[in-house]
């Protein structure tokens, strides 16, 4: 009796678990229902992580804060909540940033790039939140001009939770990192892939680790070149990240060996962080370089942009085995074999570069990876260096491989002018139906939709719609229609410093703002003793 008891309170916890509302009754008259396939519902809560955006004097730093409408649950889900707080930093002894870069501006820390661990956290100057949401549907923007503005952490339940993005874009005027860079808030994870980082001399890369939570996460870094893991010494291992706090290594610290092309690997050993990583050239501006999607056997790289003057691929197979792939351009025509590239050989656990120069010859495009045998298993992972103008008036960019968008994606900083959207159907014969809806502006202006084709094998790419009467910033939202071929989509804002074409490429995962609860059923074995 005792174990039969047991096992009745095993299953009531285990269906509250699952559907957040369960029942436990006898059978109504012998026969069990069949559990059905489940049930998507919205998330009720969400958590993203923005990275303190620069050390510059000369820098100025937009948030933009969005919730597409038409997410919650129903009318008895909680109004709820969202918003950003500043997080703490890590300083050394001497009061300064951990990890700080000496080329964007004064105040610098003597100890630059040195292990984090050590230093002592200071709190942010104030907790007033930052771009707080109070309706879906509107963005809220806001800007800082701070050179040592704080990281974020926030999180959204509720009707607010569902679809929460956060872009944070950062100009800087002059100094080795000028440009633009612009990052989507990330969700903390425990494991991260930055394929096309660099330690080479003219390059300061940092990852920025930042730990939502209330106890201290642990962290592993890990380099890897074109020979294999970079040796560094165990400079890398246990970096602790105290709770609240953003923590910036430079990575160059982690090996003896400058390298042009690294892939950097995060594994959070204990809690969870929020990851990313900043690069400033010293000739191609700046920008962040975002997780590339979990590695796979293929990849997508959207948003190649048409004017691009040199594209460089960065790629890894981190399993146990080597992984040949096929290397496909798709243009707006359709799928194209670049001159001289037909495959690349990835060899396990090592980094391969590849110069793709002017790949797109004038034309937008995306770069499709997929097993040359067409049946390898092999995972990998990738990511783009793209770099608009010539001479002295360069920028760079990266666009990551991205997930495709199965239900919704959202770019939340767009501008009167300079967006460009580039949706690509990577299958050849499998058309890609997609909803872009332009929402109301931060300061006024009335929603549009506009519904596009791209065709299988294709890349499209649209000045996107915008809000009648439009006033501020706005918010693009991408929705494939159901039963439609597979879509990736990557957003580029351009806005020009001078003669520099200052860029950043935003890829836009689906925003997984809903989950698939599966259905429980009545399991009479749990009460025979």
């Not at 806001?142 to 959204?156: E, F, I, K, Q, W």
Request: charged letters at 20%; hydrophobic letters at 35%.
């Amino acid at each position: 009796m005792k174990r039969t008891m047991m096992s009745l309170i095993g299953v009531a916890v285990a269906l509250g678990a699952v559907t957040g509302v369960a029942a436990v009754a006898a059978p109504d008259g012998g026969t069990e229902a069949a559990p059905a396939a489940g049930t998507r519902l919205p998330v009720q809560r969400s958590a993203l992580l923005c990275p303190a955006p620069t050390s510059s004097e000369v820098g100025e730093t937009a948030y933009t804060a969005f919730v597409p409408k038409g997410t919650a649950a129903g009318s008895g889900t909680p109004k709820g909540t969202a918003r950003l707080l500043p997080a703490g930093t890590v300083k050394d002894d001497g009061g300064s940033d951990r990890g700080a870069d000496k080329s964007q501006g004064k105040g610098k820390g003597k100890d630059s790039g040195a292990d984090p661990a050590g230093g002592r956290v200071v709190p942010p100057r104030d907790t007033k939140p930052v771009v707080p949401l109070r309706q879906a549907g509107t963005p809220v923007t806001t800007t800082t001009d701070r050179s040592g503005a704080p990281a974020l952490v926030g999180a959204a339940d509720g009707a607010l939770a569902p679809g929460w993005t956060v872009q944070q874009t950062t100009a800087v005027a002059a100094g080795a990192g000028r440009g633009l860079l612009g990052l989507s808030c990330t969700a903390p994870d425990t494991a991260f892939w930055f394929p096309g980082v660099s330690t080479e001399t003219g390059r300061q890369d940092y990852v920025h680790l930042t730990n939502p939570g209330s106890t201290p996460a642990v962290v592993d870094l890990e380099l890897r070149g074109k020979g294999g893991a970079l040796s560094g010494g165990g400079a890398g291992e246990n970096i602790t990240v105290p709770p609240h706090t953003d923590v910036p290594v430079l990575l160059s610290t982690l090996t003896t060996t400058p390298t042009t092309d690294a892939t950097l690997h995060v594994t959070a050993r204990e809690g969870r962080v929020g990851a990313a990583v900043q690069a400033v050239d010293g000739k191609l501006g700046s920008d962040w370089l975002p997780a590339a999607g979990d590695p796979s056997p293929g990849a997508v790289l959207p948003g190649i942009p048409k004017d691009a003057t040199s594209v460089r691929l960065v790629a890894l197979a981190p399993g146990g085995a080597d992984a040949d792939l096929k290397v496909q351009l798709a243009t707006p025509t359709g799928l194209i074999t670049p001159a001289g590239l037909e495959t690349l050989h990835v060899k396990s656990g090592m980094t391969t570069a590849v110069d793709l120069k002017d790949l797109t010859k004038g034309e937008a495009g995306s770069l499709v990876l997929t097993p040359a045998d067409g049946t390898s298993k092999a995972p990998v992972t990738a990511a783009l260096r793209v770099t608009r103008g010539t001479g002295d008036n360069q920028e760079m960019a990266f666009i990551p491989a991205t997930r495709p968008v199965e239900r919704r994606a959202t770019a939340a900083d767009n501008r009167d002018k300079g967006s460009t959207l580039s949706l690509v159907a990577p299958e050849k014969g499998k058309d890609a139906r997609v909803k872009v809806t332009a929402s109301a502006g931060s300061g006024g202006g009335t929603p549009v939709s506009k519904t596009y084709t791209v065709k299988g094998g294709t890349t499209l790419d649209i000045d996107p719609p915008r809000p009648q009467g439009l006033k501020g910033g706005y918010a693009l939202t991408v929705e494939p229609e159901a039963g439609s071929g597979p879509v990736h989509a990557a957003r580029m804002l351009a806005l020009p410093q001078g003669k520099v074409p200052a860029f950043t490429i935003q890829p836009l995962p689906d925003d997984r703002g809903s989950v698939l609860v599966p259905t429980a059923g009545q399991d009479l074995s749990v009460l025979t003793d």
